[in-house]
Structures are given as C-alpha cells and as structure tokens.
C-alpha cells in the first residue's frame, strides 16, 4: 500500500463520522484532500444532506467550491460539529504538529471551535514526542522584522539545539505568504522540546508571533492508517 493510499483509507475512515445536517471543518493537505472529496461525493449521491463546510484553506475552500460543497465560517457558524484534517506528527497522546502546508493559524482557529476534530494520519506521521521527526514545526509570524522575530524564536529554544528558518517558495525563493499575509518561521529542533505546554506559552508571549503548530490537547480522534490496518484512537 503507498502512503497515498494509506492517506485516503484515513480519510474515508473520518468521512463515516459525517452525518446530514452537521458544519464541518474541512482540512487543508493532501490527506484532508481525500475527504473534501469524498463528502463532495456523498452530497452528489445524496447519502449526505445539509452539510455546511468551513474550509481551512483557500486551497481546501477552491476544492470544496468546485465540489459543489455549500461553504461558510466561524462567523456565521462560531460552533462547529466536527472538523476532520491531517497533521504531520502525532505524539502517544494524540497532541499534533501541523502547519507544514501553511494553513496553521485558520486550522488551530476553526478546530478550535470543533466539538470534535478528527485528525487522519498515515503510519509514518506518529512519533514518540512532538519535534521527534526532526521536520519543521511551523509558527505564523508578521512580516515586519522576521529576523528579529526568528532570531528571538531560535534563541528560545537553543538548549534545543534549534534552527529557524525562514519559509520561502520553492520556485522563487521569496518569503512565503500564508492566507493571512503573514510569515512562516520554521524551527528545527535536535533535541526533545520539554514541557509543550511551557514551549507553547513562551512561543506565543512574543510580541510579533501570530500562532504556532503545536495542537496540544485538540484532538478528540486519531484514525491511522497503516499495513496492517486502520487504527482509531480517542482521547
Ligand atoms: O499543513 C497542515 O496543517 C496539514 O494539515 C498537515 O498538517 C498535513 O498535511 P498532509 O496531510 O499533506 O501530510
């Protein structure tokens, strides 16, 4: 099975948990991808009636729209029945990194309002703790100053060995803009960051950091789909 495959039996697996009627989250990435998809699908077999989509992305809102999915946000709907999306780590006690796609902060806004958030990984996405897979945990920064804002961040956390590094685009080289015309600074880090919740405060009492990647305690269902099968877990 490819990790692509493994990405969309998570995210059929998460689909079941949509009835008629409910708001949803809808994720950005290319494992929320499949289930944008498959709830186009259902609404146009009509297995699934008045579903609302807040989507997290202009990306994911692009794809809902041409999917026909009936769309509107957390202003006109501040609770959310249930949002489904992807992650990039998921440590033992489903807290998450996500951001790699750079639609951290709209992400963290509208899971934040979810009753339930269910986040669907394959098997490679699992770690032992956050930071684990020596990839890169996001922050949303303002443009202005990033390198003092980088600088501070990467100092936070040198006992960590950390390295920030400002995201840029692949074809041009230029500062990647988020949907929020803010920055990504990503940090590195080659050691276990400690206490989340003490990295998370600290991260975000700078002045200039918008949000950050860490999902801590958010996540109320976990669906991993690996080799041997598909795996659920509840908080
Ligand atoms: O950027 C994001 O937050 C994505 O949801 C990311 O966490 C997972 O993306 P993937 O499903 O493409 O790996």
Redesign the pocket.
């Known amino acids: 099975l490819t990790q692509d495959m493994l990405?969309r039996i998570a995210a059929y697996k998460a689909v079941e948990f949509v009835q008629s009627g409910m708001v949803l989250g809808l994720?950005?990435?290319?494992?929320?991808k499949y289930a944008v998809q498959r709830i186009g699908e259902l609404l146009q077999q009509g297995k699934l009636k008045d579903i609302i989509g807040i989507p997290t992305s202009k990306k994911t809102q692009e794809q809902a729209l041409s999917l026909g999915i009936p769309l509107s946000d957390i202003d006109e709907h501040p609770v959310v029945d249930l949002a489904i999306?992807?992650?990039?780590e998921v440590d033992p006690y489903l807290n998450l990194v996500?951001?790699?796609?750079?639609?951290?902060l709209r992400?963290k806004m509208i899971e934040g309002a979810c009753k339930k958030f269910v986040v669907i990984v394959d098997e490679s996405k699992l770690v032992p703790y956050l930071g684990g897979s020596r990839l890169a945990m996001p922050v949303e920064i303002v443009p202005f100053c990033w390198k003092f804002t980088a600088q501070r961040l990467q100092r936070l956390f040198e006992d960590s060995g950390c390295v920030a590094k400002l995201r840029t685009c692949d074809d041009n080289g230029e500062p990647f803009v988020t949907d929020n015309a803010n920055y990504i600074v990503e940090l590195y880090f080659k050691k276990d960051i400690g206490d989340l919740n003490s990295a998370s405060d600290s991260i975000l009492r700078l002045a200039g950091v918008v949000e950050h990647g860490m999902f801590l305690n958010m996540a109320t269902t976990v669906i991993v789909a690996g080799e041997l099968g598909i795996t659920v877990k509840n908080k």
Not at 27 to 32: I, L, P, V
Not at 98 to 104: A, I, N, P, T, V
Request: aromatic content about 0%.
């Open positions: 990405k994720g950005t990435g290319s494992t929320a999306d992807g992650a990039d996500k951001g790699r796609g750079g639609s951290l992400e």
